[in-house]
């Protein structure tokens, strides 16, 4: 015997959790590969190599944050997708290059 309700409270809780119930808020200060790759004026692939050294170097920090992506339908017409957990990247403050 199926209980009434149920099905339309999970696709409604589930629906929720996806489109971005799970959100989170990204301090200031850190920043998207993506997001470092434009300010410099370089590609994505290139940043991602040199993130990758300066946070083995103990001189950049790396935490993923889960945000909600913005989509493109077939239309051309933008909105918000799913959240999906996103590195995110800040500077150490204090060091300096090493000689």
Request: a positive charge.
């Amino acid at each position: 015997m199926a209980l009434p309700g149920v099905k339309s409270d999970w696709a409604t809780v589930l629906t929720e959790y996806v489109a971005g119930y799970r959100q989170e808020v990204v301090p200031d200060g850190w920043l998207t590969k993506n997001q470092i790759a434009e300010l410099w004026g370089k590609s994505a692939n290139y940043a991602n190599k040199l993130l990758a050294h300066l946070v083995k170097d103990g001189r950049a920090e790396k935490k993923s944050y889960v945000v909600r992506l913005p989509h493109v339908d077939s239309k051309g017409k933008k909105f918000l997708g799913h959240c999906r957990k996103i590195p995110h990247y800040r500077l150490i403050s204090g060091k300096s290059p090493k000689n």
